[in-house]
């Protein structure tokens, strides 16, 4: 099933998410589900507060669909090691066709569970340390626009609340 995505300016992608504590059924099929939104929305990650539910869970898929070994789910992550620095083009399906060069880390280490409630680590460069941040920031309320100068952020911001305004958002 393809959840429509939440935009900026919706509550729950503002507050920190809520832990997943069942490793059940309904889970493994929300997992398939947002995988299959954030295909269909050409995302290389997904969280669970851009489809409007505050749980702790991202999907992640830097090679977008070719390589089945890059599917990672992460539950409950956390980011428990930063080295270096990047800064390159960021976007979000929750403020389309908005884009801006982001600070990040250049190498990001974070641990989660997975599907069935196992530890793992993940340690990324490049494209997978950004979206590691990019997603784990979703679920503690935060977007990429916040690691953004004030005048950049506010830019975006005035140009989605015209769009509000014009219902076009
Ligand atoms: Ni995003």
């Keep these: 099933m393809i959840y429509p995505i939440v935009k900026y300016g919706q509550e729950v992608l503002d ?8 490793f059940d059924a309904p889970l493994q099929k929300l997992i398939e589900d947002m995988f299959e939104t954030m295909y269909a929305a050409n995302g290389v990650g997904l969280a669970a507060p851009q489809i409007g539910l505050s749980l702790r869970l991202c999907v992640i ?19 428990i090691a930063r080295e270096g620095e990047q800064l390159e083009e960021e976007g979000c399906l929750s403020l389309p066709d908005f884009r801006a060069k982001t600070p990040r880390p250049a190498v990001v280490t974070a641990r989660a569970l997975d599907a069935q409630g196992q530890p793992v680590e993940i340690k990324g ?4 340390a950004r979206a590691l941040c990019h997603e784990i920031d979703h ?10 100068s004030r005048l950049k952020r506010d830019s ?4 989605v609340r015209k769009m509000m305004k014009a219902g076009q958002w």
Excluded: C, W, Y
């Design 15 to 22: 507050k920190p998410a809520q832990p997943v504590t069942a």
């Design 61 to 79: 898929d830097v090679s977008s669909g070719q390589d089945p070994n890059a599917r990672l789910v992460l539950v409950n992550p956390e980011i």
């Design 125 to 128: 460069e490049g494209l997978l």
């Design 139 to 148: 679920l503690n309320g935060k977007l990429f626009i916040s690691h953004l």
């Design 156 to 159: 975006i911001q005035r140009r």
